[in-house]
Every structure is written in C-alpha cells, then in structure tokens.
C-alpha cells in the first residue's frame, strides 16, 4: 500500500513538471513575440492556453497534497515502511583499497631509492678506474695527433712561402716584359 502510494505521488510529480514546463514555454513564445507577428487571436489563444494549463497545475497540486496524506497515514500502520537491508558485499573491504598502495609504496620506495643509489655508485666506481693500458693508449693517440697537426701547419706555411715567392717573380717579371714593349 505505502510502495503504491509513492508511486502514484511520483507519477503525479513528474506531470506537475510536465504542465510547469509547457507553461514556461508558452511564456517565453509570448514574451519573445510581444509587440510582433503574435497579436489579436494568436495571442488570445495561448494566453487561454495558459489559464487552462493553470487550472491543471492548480487540480494536480490538490490530488499531490491529497496523496502525501494518504502516504503519511499509510506509513503510520506498523510494517507498511520496511528498510531495505544494506547490500552484503563480496570481495576485501574497502579499507584495503587505501591501505593496500599505501604499504606498497612504503616497502617499494625505499627499495627503488637503494637500487638507485647502488647504479649511481657502480657507475662512478666504473669510471674512476679506467685501465693503465687505456690510457697509454690514448696518450699516444693524443701526440700522434698534435705531430700530425704540427706537420700540416709547416706544409702550410711552405705553400704559402712559394705562393708568395711565385706571385713576387710573376709581378717582377710582368714589369720587366712591359718595359721591352715600349722601347720596342
């Protein structure tokens, strides 16, 4: 009897919303239209419309009032209210949901940072200790390297000492060639 009385009350609630919201609309068409194309019996129309949805409005009100007492009393009688029982969860509590990460990063965060730490000191011993025979090795890589470098500088400066011997003889002997063309 309760449970059927709810459901007639929400029924009647969700028409009460229906009415209300046709009555907002055809206020707003009106309110938009005011003064333009809607006038003389358009306008009588739905302003009658409007009075009509009122009087609905106003019989719904009565029936949901009406109904609310019938649910009160209905209520009243022991046993018409019957609680529904919480539902049995399956599964680990939710406590375990927040303390389950919580434990793991207590355990694996300071097992990641030791692990770091023991990379980083391994490959700081590595470098530190690089061979003798590696470093000979590179220390004749190195004069090779300067010899070399040293040996094309003095080729360098040889060419550009013929360059500049070459282009003094060249101008010397342009002028000399000039000279036997005039007193020719």
């Known amino acids: 009897m309760y449970e059927a009385a709810r459901a007639h009350r929400n029924a009647l609630g969700e028409q009460?919303?229906?009415l209300e919201q046709s009555r907002h609309s055809l206020l707003r068409e009106l309110e938009d239209h005011d003064g333009s194309d809607v006038a003389g019996p358009a306008r009588t129309g739905m302003e009658q419309r409007i009075v009509i949805l009122?009087?609905?409005i106003a019989e719904l009100d009565k029936n949901i009032s009406t109904v609310d007492a019938q649910i009160a009393r209905t209520a009243s009688i022991p046993g018409a209210v019957v609680e529904k029982p919480d539902p049995v969860r399956q599964g680990p509590p939710e406590e375990m949901y927040?303390?389950?990460?919580?434990v793991a990063l207590a355990v694996l965060l300071p097992m990641s940072i030791a692990f770091a730490r023991r990379i980083w000191r391994r490959s700081v011993t590595t470098v530190l200790t690089?061979?003798?025979e590696l470093n000979d090795r590179l220390f004749q890589?190195?004069?090779t390297a300067e010899s070399t470098a040293l040996e094309v500088?003095?080729?360098g400066e040889g060419q550009r000492f013929m360059t500049k011997?070459?282009?003094e003889r060249g101008s010397h002997a342009l002028g000399e060639g000039a000279?036997?063309?005039e007193t020719v």
Do not use: A, C, F, K
């Open 16 to 18: 009460m919303e229906s």
């Open 130 to 132: 690089m061979p003798r």
């Open 179 to 181: 000279r036997v063309n």
């Open 165 to 167: 011997l070459l282009t």
């Open 153 to 155: 500088e003095r080729i």
């Open 141 to 143: 890589l190195e004069q």
């Open 98 to 102: 927040v303390i389950g990460p919580i």
């Open 54 to 56: 009122d009087q609905r």
